[in-house]
């Protein structure tokens, strides 16, 4: 079946430390997202990217970086740099235009990060 | 820039009663699409319900309706016949149309009312 996948669910960073969250699409989709869940303040955009090799920043990019060598791969960096990672992550792919349904993303199941 | 605001953090709702949940949004776009989004305690993000701005008909999915005013910027979700697998985080999102441009890719999220569906 066609989906999402999000590795790990669960991932423990000691501060300082970098960690990369891995998502990996087979639905052939374009575009791809990654969201920061907080308790209170619903879902927050950090990167997007359109195409291969290609990709901007959403509304807290600070603290993150991510890549897109292949078009079924978005990696997601936490970097020491981001003051508060602890979070639930999600990653999303949305189908590019003019294929039905090219306006709905699909979510995988999450990554929550826990900085000790 | 967009905004989405739900205006009711939490509400509650008897089982196979009737429940609306309230989402207003900003935007100078004329074409835009309007989303519910289902989150249970999985924590999976599921589709509910999808508005296409254009469209002056409320759609529809089985027991989930909406009450799309596009004057007042309104987008409300009613659940008809309420069931506890109903149980979840809803959000309302906002996304730009394909022909807006800049940023047209970006779904924008409400920060979601906690439904809880009682026995």
Redesign the interface.
Known sequence: DGGITQSPKYLFRKEGQNVTLSCEQNLNHD?M?W?RQDP??????IY?S?IVNDFQK?DIAEGYSVSREKKESFPLTVTSAQKNPTA?Y?C?S?AG?GISG????T?G??SRLTVL | AQTVTQSQPEMSVQEAETVTLSCTYDTSENNYYLFWYKQPPSRQMILVIRQEAYKQQNATENRFSVNFQKAAKSFSLKISDSQLGDTAMYFCAFMKHADSGAGSYQLTFGKGTKLSVIP
């Open positions: 575009a997202y969201y209170g303040q619903g879902l927050r955009l997007y359109q959403g639930f999600l999303a949305k235009l090219a306006n709905v993303l979510f199941a999450g």
